[in-house]
């Protein structure tokens, strides 16, 4: 018996654990977390629209109860700031 995954559909949507766990940091209010598996400490990072450069997490807008709901990024190459979908972050 063959195991066959799911074929993957063109989508907008991300549904990877990646996406799971920067939704879960970012209604718990925070932009960095440990990996339990490798006991390192991972912040959020977007790729910059005009370069593709690196960009950290400048300053976040969060709702009455802490939880963040626009992150705001700064290009470490070109400076630019923009505003980052939860889609577009990833943990390093
Ligand atoms: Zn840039």
Do not use: W
Request: proline letters at 4%; aromatic letters at 4%.
């Amino acid at each position: 018996m063959t195991t066959v995954a799911a074929p993957k559909r063109a989508s907008s949507k991300r549904a990877d654990p990646e996406l799971a766990t920067i939704t879960r940091l970012l209604a718990a209010g925070q932009t960095t977390r440990v990996n339990a598996a490798t006991g390192h400490s991972q912040a959020l990072y977007a790729k910059c629209p005009n370069d593709g450069g690196q960009s950290q997490v400048r300053r976040v807008s969060r709702q009455g109860g802490g939880a963040i709901f626009e992150v705001h990024m700064r290009c470490t190459q070109c400076a630019t700031d923009f505003v980052a979908k939860p889609e577009s972050l990833y943990l390093r």
